[in-house]
């Protein structure tokens, strides 16, 4: 499974707005910049932030976009399910559906296996917000056996 640049970007671009925005506006052309991503891709991922309502747009000089809550308040699963379809592992359409992308609607064997995947890395970017990554405080991971 690989999030889509849609997510990865908004994410970067957040992480940045968080770490910069103390109170004030921040232009995308400075995000652009910071985090050398495309003005034109990120004015197309903050109309769907500010349509989910994670981020407010202030006009006029000095403007820019603002959170609408604390970054310790917005969860990575925040943002990438703004911009991006829902985090899923499986090829069927959608989340708990009892139909299976197999013909006749079957479950393929290892359907359980990818949606219980999904499920853990949705609800790991849930518990992570951008103030832990702006303040690179991810949860360790478990050792790897050798």
């Not at 604390?70 to 090829?91: C, F, G, K, Q, Y």
């Not at 518990?127 to 690179?136: E, H, N, Y």
Request: charged residues 20%; proline residues 3%.
């Amino acid at each position: 499974m690989q999030l889509s640049t849609k997510g990865r970007y908004a994410v970067m671009a957040m992480t940045d707005l968080a770490s910069q925005g103390e109170g004030h506006p921040v232009t995308l052309a400075e995000i652009a910049e910071r985090q050398q991503l495309s003005v034109a891709y990120l004015e197309q991922l903050f109309a769907r932030l500010r349509r989910r309502g994670l981020v407010q747009s202030v006009r006029g000089p000095g403007g820019g976009y603002l959170l609408t809550k604390t970054a310790a308040e917005t969860s990575i699963a925040d943002v990438v399910t703004a911009v991006d379809e829902p985090l899923r592992a499986t090829r069927c359409a959608g989340h708990g559906s009892t139909l299976g992308c197999m013909k006749g609607g079957v479950k393929c064997a290892t359907h359980n296996l990818w949606e219980a995947t999904g499920q853990l890395i949705h609800d790991y970017f849930a518990s992570i917000s951008l103030a832990d990554v702006a303040g690179g405080r991810l949860p360790s991971l478990p050792a790897r056996a050798a």
